[in-house]
């Protein structure tokens, strides 16, 4: 079993940052090919970014590339850095955890319960 903790949403002004973080619980996070997804209301939960077990390979939403970072560190946490932040961002944020290679769907393992970015105009 794997929890995931969410932190670092917010409220944000467009052209602003945020950095989402991800705390796991599990002693073997280098098993993981960790990603992030997002929902709106009122619409489906959409891959935003994913990073590979080792951290080689990453991977965004062509919605997010060249504005979004995704890491991990060996102290089993996952970020999302958030950057030139669009109204069209707003949505709540999940980490997800899943055994193997990256999925660019929801076919993950582990949820965290969502941290909640919202941008202004």
């Known amino acids: 079993q794997v929890q995931l903790v969410e932190s670092g949403g917010g409220l944000a002004q467009a052209g602003g940052s945020l950095r989402l973080s991800c705390a796991a619980s599990t002693r073997t996070f280098s098993n993981y090919a960790m990603g992030w997804f997002r929902q709106a209301p009122g619409k489906e939960r959409e891959f935003v970014a994913a990073?590979?077990?080792?951290?080689?390979?990453t991977y965004y939403a062509d919605s997010v590339k060249g504005r979004f970072t995704i890491s991990r560190d060996n102290a089993k946490n996952t970020y999302l850095q958030m950057n030139l932040l669009k109204p069209e961002d707003t949505a709540a944020y999940y980490c997800?955890?899943?055994?193997?290679?990256?999925?660019?769907?929801?076919?993950?393992?582990?949820w965290g319960q969502g941290t909640q970015v919202t941008v202004s105009s």
């Open positions: 990073i590979s077990w080792n951290g080689g390979s």
């Open positions: 997800a955890a899943r055994r193997g290679g990256i999925e660019f769907t929801t076919a993950y393992d582990y």
